[in-house]
């Protein structure tokens, strides 16, 4: 062991990053109750796996390097507790939550979440190319609408699509009135037809 990690040994409040915010009121609980057992008590890691939080604290030893089964026997309650409890807990947000999957491919993964984080409400998988918040926007305006989200990726793609079309073919009659090229509308800035 380090000089420093003697002075300073890594307790939870240190690897508060490694999880959600969501567990994070769950994982100050245990602190001041690892804490209340032994005020410096070390963490090995704090993380998430398969959707639950996963906490591993050092063993202990009494001045004469004797196992401490004391603090095992009560700190693994604890532990155990914590664990448990976080798969109902959001990992992201905090409210009531289950371990759900990604459900776009097998052996996706598996995150803790509420009904509103969860990305995929409906059948079909937003791509992992939208964010977070993005993911959450795109379920809920296609549970508004009714429709799955790969209708709702669907029809907005269309959508757009069918937009750019004509406004591409509106800029190509522009420019053969005016006797050019779109490319050279471009060039000019001169994209508004301004022809009688």
């Not at 062991?1 to 609980?29: E, F, K, N, Y």
């Not at 409210?95 to 984080?117: F, H, L, Y």
């Not at 964010?131 to 809920?140: K, N, R, V």
């Not at 790969?150 to 190509?172: F, M, P, V």
């Amino acid at each position: 062991m380090t000089d420093s990690l003697a002075l300073h040994p890594l307790q939870i409040p240190d690897c508060l990053h490694s999880v959600g915010p969501g567990w994070q009121p769950l994982l100050m609980r245990l602190h001041k109750q690892l804490k209340a057992l032994a005020s410096d008590y070390r963490v090995e890691d704090v993380k998430e796996k398969f959707g639950g939080l996963r906490v591993r604290v050092a063993d202990r030893f009494d001045a004469d390097g004797e196992f401490d089964g004391d603090w095992a026997d009560a700190s693994s309650p604890l532990i155990r507790a914590a664990e448990a409890m976080s798969q109902t807990i959001c990992e992201f947000c905090g409210a009531q939550g289950q371990p759900r999957s990604r459900g776009d491919r097998d052996g996706g993964w598996i995150k803790t979440v509420c009904e509103r984080c969860h990305p995929i409400r409906r059948p079909g998988a937003i791509p992992a190319t939208f964010s977070p918040e993005e993911q959450c926007a795109i379920a809920d305006h296609a549970d508004e609408l009714g429709l799955s989200v790969i209708q709702y990726i669907r029809q907005t793609a269309a959508s757009k699509a069918t937009q750019w079309q004509r406004e591409r073919d509106g800029l190509h009659e522009i420019a053969e009135r005016r006797g050019t090229t779109v490319e050279e509308m471009l060039q000019r800035g001169f994209l508004i037809d301004d022809t009688p």
